[in-house]
């Protein structure tokens, strides 16, 4: 079986930086688009980034030029680095993606157990 495993999450003012890491263990034979999502208090789950297999990527409106999200298939890991960060960035991100697995060749959308991000000063 195959799980999602994230860190880099916790507390930070205003302005600072964090990076996120998810790395995708067990028996994956290739991995497809990988992304990140948060959900904040009493709001929905929403997708923050994603990034192909083939290196493209999209951002959603409110995170798009601080955030950059990065993938190193060696490592079958996928990153999110989050500069100039604001309290309505505080949520729990949680890893994505597409997994094609050695028991069957086919794609599954696994999901991480969620990192908190809290911005505050």
């Known amino acids: 079986q195959v799980q999602l495993v994230e860190s880099g999450g916790g507390l930070v003012q205003p302005g600072g930086s964090l990076r996120l890491s998810c790395a995708a263990l067990g028996g994956i034979s290739r991995i497809g688009s990988m992304g990140w999502y948060r959900q904040a208090p009493g709001k929905e789950r929403e997708p923050v980034a994603r990034?192909?297999?083939?290196?493209?990527?999209n951002y959603v409106d409110s995170v798009r030029g601080r955030f950059t999200i990065s993938r190193d298939d060696a490592k079958n890991s996928v990153y999110l680095q989050m500069n100039s960060l604001k309290p309505e960035d505080t949520a729990v991100y949680f890893c994505?993606?597409?997994?094609?697995?050695?028991?069957?060749?086919?794609?599954?959308?696994?999901w991480g157990q969620g990192t908190l991000v809290t911005v505050s000063s």
């Open positions: 990034i192909t297999n083939y290196g493209g990527s």
């Open positions: 994505n993606a597409n997994l094609r697995l050695v028991v069957e060749d086919r794609y599954f959308e696994v």
